[in-house]
């Protein structure tokens, strides 16, 4: 039997180090390296027992493979997040589970399906449709607020920011004064690594100390998600957060966690990924002018660019499965059991599927990105965000007749989600 392929301890070391996404283009070339060169590839630890190996997978067809095939490929019993053992253990004391959230991305069939039945119609088109006056109302406010404060600007704070965030909070039922706490406990959930996002202030944090911010905001969340589920019992609305406090599986209520880690995974992912999205959009319009002028004399073109934002920012740059049986993958033998990370940012940027990948191409198509992922666990909000992200740039593009970079932009320094945490900008109002 051929010996599996792993990666020197160099470029392993890249794939799982917050720091390494923080500075995308090289990230890029370390992908672009393996893809090249080792598709489906080894990851082992330098230190034995600081985590468990996996197989990373960087190439588009075999991460589509795994993500539509969810028989062969589990989100359980491993975590489904990229963790350090010290990281699992300690979720596994507090928890008895190997993750601090239970929720919708964690589960396999057959509780995957009930429990995403339940609010799968209230995020569909044609009930997103009548969201549409407020979503536009919010986009014209935030743009006048972020041209009023112009016109030097960080638009994450000022747009990107704000915008999902105020549309996740009102579709769930929390009122404004909350908003600045659901965005730094988001912060702290999915950016524990990066010193200004989870507010240690520490460039090197240690998997201990992450998982300590993980968890202090788990527990907050938990806390406020419990109380509104039980005034929305009392006092049903038609929101979502009304939705799941009265949901029935097989007849009977959600349990706690269950219900805690469904208020958790709308309110988190349903802005934080959004806000990568539309950031990374301003950032490659900011750097083309003539793409930017393009697109505000023809709106047809804004599809376009929310698509093409969604695959070049990548905000969820990855996810964790379990292999149900042994297979082969990338001429890789892979044996039941084994942990798999399918990498988003690597399929996103495979040139076999995506001509000149690191252009950002308003006009490209077909755009088949993975970024919301695909198959049965393909992100059930992925029709919000295109619309609230149209919705918003049509507000831009009525207001501002031209924007360009004002300063260096920083990425967050996360393995998970990621994206831009700072945009200068100079906005020209039209």
Not at 228 to 246: C, F, G
Not at 409 to 422: D, P
Request: glycine residues 6%; aromatic residues 8%.
């Amino acid at each position: 039997m051929t010996a599996p392929a792993v990666l020197p301890g160099d470029i392993a070391r890249k794939v799982i180090d917050p720091h390494a996404y923080a500075e995308w283009n090289g990230l890029l070339d370390t992908f672009d390296h393996i893809r090249a060169t080792t598709p489906v590839a080894k990851v082992q630890p330098d230190t034995p027992g600081l985590f468990d190996p996996f197989w990373l997978v960087t190439r588009y067809d075999d991460v589509m493979r795994i993500s539509k095939d969810n028989a062969a490929f589990l989100n359980n019993p491993r975590p489904v997040v990229f963790s350090f053992n010290q990281a699992i253990e300690f979720s596994r004391a507090a928890t008895g589970s190997n993750m601090l959230v239970d929720s919708l991305v964690v589960f396999d069939a057959p509780v995957h399906p009930k429990y995403r039945r339940l609010t799968q119609d209230w995020f569909m088109p044609r009930n997103l449709a009548r969201l549409e006056g407020e979503l536009r109302t919010l986009a014209a406010a935030t743009v006048d607020r972020m041209i009023a404060a112009g016109p030097e600007v960080d638009f994450v704070k000022e747009v990107s920011g704000p915008y999902p965030l105020r549309v996740v909070m009102q579709i769930l039922g929390v009122p404004p004064q909350d908003e600045f706490r659901m965005q730094m406990l988001t912060q702290q959930l999915f950016g524990g690594q990066d010193k200004d996002l989870s507010g240690s202030g520490m460039d090197q944090i240690t998997p201990e100390q992450v998982v300590q911010i993980v968890a202090g905001a788990v527990k907050t969340f938990e806390d406020y998600f419990a109380a509104l589920a039980e005034d929305r019992r009392k006092h049903p609305t038609e929101d979502v957060a009304s939705v799941i406090a009265n949901a029935l599986v097989d007849g009977k209520p959600l349990p706690a966690r269950d219900m805690a880690g469904y208020y958790i995974i709308v309110a988190t992912a349903g802005h934080d990924t959004t806000s990568a999205s539309t950031a990374g959009a301003m950032q490659a319009l900011a750097n083309d002018p003539q793409q930017y002028a393009r697109v505000r004399a023809d709106r047809s073109l804004l599809p376009g660019i929310v698509e093409e934002a969604i695959r070049w920012t990548s905000p969820v740059q990855h996810f964790m499965r379990t292999a149900a049986e042994d297979c082969e993958l990338g001429g890789q033998q892979v044996k039941k059991g084994d942990w798999l990370m399918i990498n988003y940012v690597a399929a996103n940027h495979d040139p076999a599927q995506f001509p000149d990948p690191r252009r950002f191409d308003a006009a490209r198509s077909p755009n088949r990105h993975l970024a919301f992922g695909a198959g049965a666990h393909q992100c059930l909000g992925l029709h919000l965000a295109r619309l609230e992200m149209r919705i918003l740039f049509e507000a831009i593009l009525d207001r501002v007749a031209a924007v360009e970079p004002a300063g260096e932009a920083a990425r967050a320094t996360s393995t998970f989600v990621g994206g831009l945490k700072t945009l200068p900008l100079r906005v020209t109002p039209a």
